[in-house]
């Protein structure tokens, strides 16, 4: 059996799984406006633990959310991960934020579009199949009413940016899931998972949070 401990904190949302094989078993989560991840974070690694019945010498591996995010949130979460797989001796896995935010989104065809607010109508974005390939780069964009006019299948949106987007993201096309607003840890079993079977692991010591800073500012044609 492989038991993996996953790790969010890129956002608002502090997020802890348990997972065996790939399946949550246990989840503990709670999303603050004032970011309680430094208090929270090791209390639910205990917690999950002795929820999920085992040992931290029977988990395989340690998976984190490796970013775009809050620069605070995810040094915490990747410092806890790193602390924990020096001192049990096992393999790190690093797992895109947005996949696993667009990974909530159960839907059969389109495109899902995963944003998580950075200020103003700035946002961290990608684009994902619905089987959660990747149709397009993580980019920092400035959100218009130009943005993603080229695509003409449906766009479903994730994330916490509905309300100051959709007000300018109006096409027809477009879809708003507004009750998907921070990834999770339970969305992340799956991915981080894949990897291990793999052995897609990042080096311990030199591994550090994807930062996205730069931001692509589009001109609107009107």
């Given at each position: ?10 956002t608002?949302?502090c ?15 709670i999303?603050?406006?004032g ?19 085992i040992?931290?010498?029977e988990?395989?591996?340690?998976a ?31 797992v895109?934020?947005l ?23 700035e946002?961290?974005s990608a684009?994902?199949?619905?089987d959660l390939?990747?149709q397009?780069s993580?980019?920092a ?13 449906t766009l479903?949106?994730?994330g ?8 300018v ?25 894949q990897k ?14 994807y ?5 692509m500012?589009?001109?609107s044609?009107k």
């Amino acid at each position: 059996m492989n038991y993996i401990l996953n790790i969010e904190t890129a956002t608002k949302n502090c997020s802890i799984s348990i997972a065996k094989n790939g399946e949550t078993i246990v989840c503990n989560e709670i999303a603050e406006e004032g970011y309680s991840h430094a208090e929270r974070l090791h209390v639910f690694i205990e917690e999950s633990i002795a929820a999920a019945g085992i040992s931290f010498k029977e988990l395989g591996a340690i998976a984190v959310s490796q970013g775009p995010g809050s620069y605070t949130g995810l040094r915490i979460g990747v410092s806890a991960a790193k602390g924990l797989c020096f001192a049990l001796g096992i393999p790190l896995i690093a797992v895109d934020t947005l996949q696993s935010l667009a990974a909530q989104a159960a839907v059969e065809n389109g495109l899902i579009v995963p944003m998580l607010d950075a200020r103003r109508m700035e946002v961290y974005s990608a684009i994902f199949s619905s089987d959660l390939k990747s149709q397009r780069s993580i980019l920092a964009e400035v959100i218009t009413e130009d943005s993603f006019q080229e695509y003409n299948e449906t766009l479903y949106f994730v994330g916490d940016c509905a309300e100051k987007c959709k007000e300018v993201l109006t096409k027809p096309n477009f879809v708003f899931l507004e009750n998907i607003k921070y990834p999770s840890a339970k969305q992340m079993s799956a991915l981080s998972y894949q990897k291990y079977l793999n052995k897609d692991f990042v080096d311990v010591a030199y591994f550090e949070p994807y930062y996205l800073k730069d931001f692509m500012i589009t001109t609107s044609k009107k």
